[in-house]
């Protein structure tokens, strides 16, 4: 297809966006490590495994380990896993899946060349120009879905851009949930905080999906990252999580938080092989509750600040450990995800640089999965509606730039070159104007205008524009179709999980 086929007609007053796509890498990704390196990084983690251990603080999760093989906890709880159990329960894990959506046109593809780009998920508080920083709503995050539906770039939410803090704990993943499943129909991320909010994911995509357990298990639907308390070490609620959803053949997404200088040693060699084993650790633990489970190998390895104990994000050390630990994961033959992230506590261009940086070492490494990729501030406290535009707009960038250079007889223009003499110019020739709608790629933020324009329309930073069109796409807004019956059968699983969780409280 050459690279007119993938644009839209522009049309007076809308926002220029990309249509929908799959995106996928056609370059060959950088390696920052030589085969050798990538080998001592793996068994100094099996060997790190087997002589040290990993601590499961579930025991349910300690005992299965056991009964499958591993040698049993020692005394401060640690259970060693040799090498070769370990090596032997990873190789049943695929390279690659697919993730349904409630739309199967936005049904995603994971490893190999794929890259899936996902919305920010977990923070504690939303932002905007309009209203600050503040503790989110239901309605603050109804608006973020909405907003996240409109844009073609992401293709999957983040399993709860922030916390809505006007509901009650014990009950809000099910109405995160239900927006999930009606206010969008692409792929989103489940929060897999302990047994029962798993449960509840399960039952509700099955709902929506219009399929059983038993149905669901065929072919995977959810996503949950599952987080490691790093150093060596997996707490009650994720194991949990990871029983639930390897067990009904759903994605685990395995990621350490290693932060080296304060979770992990102070060296970047010595960081990979710490997040590596870690990994590893809690992958057997899936291949033992089902033989076949899909996995991804997660990264978020960065330094802290040596002076504050800050952790510093978009750093060149950042970018080195994401690109070493996709060639790790694909020794492994295991999917990656990464992230875009930046610690700027605002949309300003340290956002932007710490970003750039962030996402150009995770497309350069074949990342599959970019966790984060749109509306990350301050260190993943905040999500922000302009940085949702700002980080949309360097995603549809990123795809442009991956899309195929076309070279063949039309594209080469030799006829259009000799129309034009020496001196002259191309934009009145019948070549441009037949092109001119559709030749390059047009930004969703960014501004072309000259000074005298730019001032004369306010003198609008990326900022300023990028809050006028989350508005504007939040206005245009539609609802996804979903089936009434689907819908109320959502709500009636809600309605009675809320009374039982009522009734424990």
């Known amino acids: 297809m050459s690279r007119r086929g ?4 522009r049309v007076a007053g809308t926002i220029k966006q990309l249509p929908w796509q799959k995106v996928r890498n056609p370059w060959a990704p950088v390696e920052v490590l030589c085969e050798d390196s990538v080998e001592t990084i793996l068994n100094a983690a099996l060997d790190i495994l087997q002589e040290q251990g990993f601590r499961f603080l579930h025991d349910e999760s300690r005992h299965l380990l056991e009964r499958a093989g591993a040698k049993a906890a020692n005394d401060d709880g640690m ?9 032997e329960n990873i190789e049943s894990a695929p390279s690659s899946f697919q993730l349904l959506a409630r739309n199967p046109e936005h049904s995603l593809d994971v490893g190999g060349n794929n890259i899936i780009f996902s919305s920010i998920g977990g923070p504690a508080f939303v932002s905007d120009m309009d209203n600050g920083r503040r503790t989110g709503t239901y309605d603050d995050l109804c608006d973020y879905f909405r907003v996240i539906q409109s844009l073609n770039i992401i293709h999957q939410e983040g399993g709860g851009c922030f916390e809505p803090m006007d509901l009650p704990p014990e009950s809000r993943h099910l109405d995160l949930y239900f927006a999930q499943l ?3 129909d692409k792929n989103a991320q489940a929060y897999a905080l302990g047994r029962e909010r798993t449960i509840d ?3 509700m995509t099955g709902i929506a999906l219009g399929k059983d357990r038993e149905e669901l298990t065929k072919q995977p639907a959810i996503l949950a990252i599952i987080n490691t308390n790093s150093p060596m070490q997996l707490d009650v609620p994720m194991s ?4 639930e959803l390897s067990a009904a053949n759903q994605v685990c997404c395995i990621t350490p938080f290693t932060l080296a200088g304060s979770m992990s040693p102070a060296t970047l060699a010595g960081t990979l092989a710490q997040q590596t084993a870690e990994v590893l650790a809690v992958v057997t633990l899936t291949q033992i509750v089902r033989t076949g489970a899909p996995v991804m ?3 978020f390895a960065s330094n802290v600040d040596m002076q504050s104990g800050a952790p510093a994000l978009g750093t060149p050390e950042y970018a080195k450990m994401a690109l070493a630990s996709a060639q790790i994961s694909r020794r492994l033959r295991l999917p990656f995800r990464s992230s875009n992230t930046t610690t700027s506590n605002t949309v300003d261009v340290q956002a932007a640089y710490e970003g750039g940086m962030s996402l150009w070492s995770a497309i350069l490494g074949h990342t599959n999965l970019v966790n984060h990729a749109a509306g990350w501030l301050e260190g993943g406290l905040t999500a922000s509606f302009e940085k949702l535009i700002m980080d949309a707009e360097m995603l549809q960038m990123m795809a442009a730039t ?3 250079l076309v070279v063949n007889t ?3 223009a030799l006829e259009a070159i000799a129309a034009v003499p020496p001196g002259g110019h191309h934009f009145g020739t019948a070549h441009t104007l037949e092109r001119y709608e559709t030749a390059f790629y047009s930004p969703i933020l960014s501004s072309r205008q000259n000074f005298e324009a730019w001032q004369e329309d306010g003198c609008k930073d990326a900022t300023e524009r990028a809050n006028i069109i989350w508005k504007q796409l939040l206005s245009e807004y539609e609802k996804p179709f979903i089936e009434p019956s689907v819908e109320e059968a959502l709500r009636s699983y809600i309605d009675k999980r809320k009374t039982t969780i009522d009734k424990i409280m």
């Open 6 to 9: 993938t644009r839209q007609r």
């Open 79 to 87: 259970t060693r896993l040799d090498r070769d159990f370990v090596l």
């Open 182 to 184: 009606t206010l969008l």
């Open 201 to 203: 994911c399960l039952e």
């Open 240 to 243: 949990e999580a990871v029983l």
């Open 297 to 299: 190998y997660g990264a």
């Open 402 to 404: 991956l899309q195929q």
């Open 410 to 412: 039309e594209e080469l």
